[in-house]
């Protein structure tokens, strides 16, 4: 699995050309290397964590065909995604939101968010 780290400057001024990095993960982590990383941290083994994976999948496919929807009926999702939680924490300790383009995904679609300007607190 390979994390890359960005590093950027900060030029403003006030941040004294300070350096700060952002990590971020390139692929997806598949259920057996999750399991595997939760076994780290706690005192379940990998193989106890990968098969409540598995039966939370066939529990969310069993309700999505046949709990929530008929065949064929279609449904609006909307969900909320405060500004805040696309923040995150610079060298100088501040909270911080960047000005620029952001996408979510699920499944095939992709949704662009906007950040106009960038936001410290």
Known sequence: MAV????????????????YGRAWHPGVLDT???????EQNVSVKESDVYAVF??????????IQNGMLERGETETVTFRLPAKELAFVGADGHWTIEEGDFEIKVAP???PIVCTQTKRW
């Open 32 to 38: 057996r290397a999750l399991a595997k990383r939760i």
């Open 54 to 63: 598995i039966e939370l999948a066939n529990v969310m496919t069993y309700e």
């Open 4 to 19: 890359i780290v960005d590093v950027y400057q900060d030029k403003r001024k006030q941040s004294n050309n300070l350096w």
């Open 109 to 111: 679609l992709i949704c």
